[in-house]
């Protein structure tokens, strides 16, 4: 049975709920060592370490680690026609729904003769990691792919793990999905070798280390980006999946117990959380939860994602405070199921992704929407954004001051340098309007 929280009547500070919020038990911490090691194996051996561990954690040897371009052909060419008609759909919502998220090169005057140009740099390759394990994920591929070519990322890796099921290939879908989007650089490699196979490259694969890591994946996988961050740069350490729905006594709680339960249903570890001012509403929920979850295809896992310590209904006094705690737990997927949405949404900072109005699922933008679905968890949400075309952008200034515009500020520079004594920087200055300089 889903835990109830009740605040109800208690003034409550912000570290007061975040060490309220009900979350996994799961660390990412945990599993360092163990990354580490299998990170350095795969820097040293290369392939081989890659296979040796695709035989020990997906339990079958992959015919090919980098994918035959023959193999990605066949594999756009059997979607199934519905699957790729969704797929080209989905693939342009989201380009147009990300083409926002690339920002104008623009010029700033400072002075007569004096500019600084701002412009958005994409980084040169990229490593896109697509999970594999208890579900299929072309949507993953739809979210990463799309992202870094509306950058304008030049080169793109894939890596999904080998799948038993297909003789230790990729999962066709996923191939097809790929080749859909234009990729032909696919690895079958999962886990935190592939993680530390994109970062520091493996030689006798040809395949050369990216700048960027971006896309969702397990414990290990988590693990492994935070190891290899600052050799790389990640979108973020994304773990299990979670949803929180605030929603008020107008709330209709047979949809709230479907959309609960469609993010249980990733993973034993997902989240999902109803925070309400409605104890009616609660009740209702909890009392038609099992009843749902019996008739749910993944019922064992949605099972032990209700009834664990990351999912609950929480009592609140009234929106206000439902939106502080939603603040404090920072959901990848917030719902907003209320009266007046908008006039809450202010209030609601710490989000993933926010979907308003009982007709704006999570299912919605997992798929559809034209919203990224790679979104940070575990309340990375209060300080990190979710993937998108910036993910890949790095800002940069170009500075060009002529004689004149120099001449002016020169003075000032050798005076700062001075009191930072650094005199060497307002020399650097002066010497170009020293006799003969210029």
Known sequence: MIQTLDLRGRTLSTADLLALVPRSASDVGSAVDAVATLIADVRERGSAALVEQAERFDRVRPPHVRVPLDA?????????????????????????????????????????????????????????????????????????????????VPSIALASP?????????????LGAAHLLGVDEVYAMGGAGAIGALAYGVPDLELEPVQVITGPGNLFVATAKRAVKGVVGIDSEAGPTEIL??????????????????Q?????????????????????????????????????????????????????????????FSNAYAPEHLEVHVADPHALLPSLTSAGAIFVGESTPVSLGDYIAGSNHVLPTGGQARFAAGLGAYSFLR??????YDRAALREVAERVSVLSGAEALPAHG????????????
Do not use: C
Not at 428 to 437: K, L, N, P, W, Y
């Open 72 to 152: 990605l052909r066949e594999a756009e060419a059997a979607l199934d026609p519905a699957v790729r008609e969704a797929l080209v759909e989905a693939i342009d919502r989201v380009r147009r729904g990300t083409a926002a998220q690339v920002p104008p090169q623009s010029t700033t005057e400072i002075a007569p003769g004096a500019r600084i140009v701002q412009r958005w740099q994409p980084v040169d390759r990229v490593g896109l990691y697509v999970p594999g394990g208890k579900a299929v994920y072309p949507s993953s591929v739809v979210m990463n792919v799309v992202a870094a070519q509306v950058a304008g």
């Open 162 to 174: 080998p799948q038993a099921e297909f003789g230790g290939a990729v999962h066709p879908t996923i």
């Open 245 to 262: 729905i605030v929603a008020d006594a107008t709330a209709n709680a047979d949809l709230v117990v479907a959309d609960l339960i469609s």
């Open 264 to 324: 249980a249903e990733h993973d034993e570890l997902a989240g999902a959380v109803l925070v309400t001012d409605a104890p009616e509403l609660a009740a209702a929920v909890a009392e038609r939860l099992p009843a749902a979850i019996a008739a749910t295809r993944h019922r064992e896992r949605v099972e032990i994602a209700i009834d664990g310590p990351q999912s609950a209904l929480v009592l609140v006094d009234d929106l206000a405070q439902a939106a502080r």
């Open 395 to 400: 800002p940069q200034q170009i500075v060009e």
């Open 427 to 438: 020399e650097a200055v002066m010497a170009r309007f020293r006799d003969g300089a210029g």
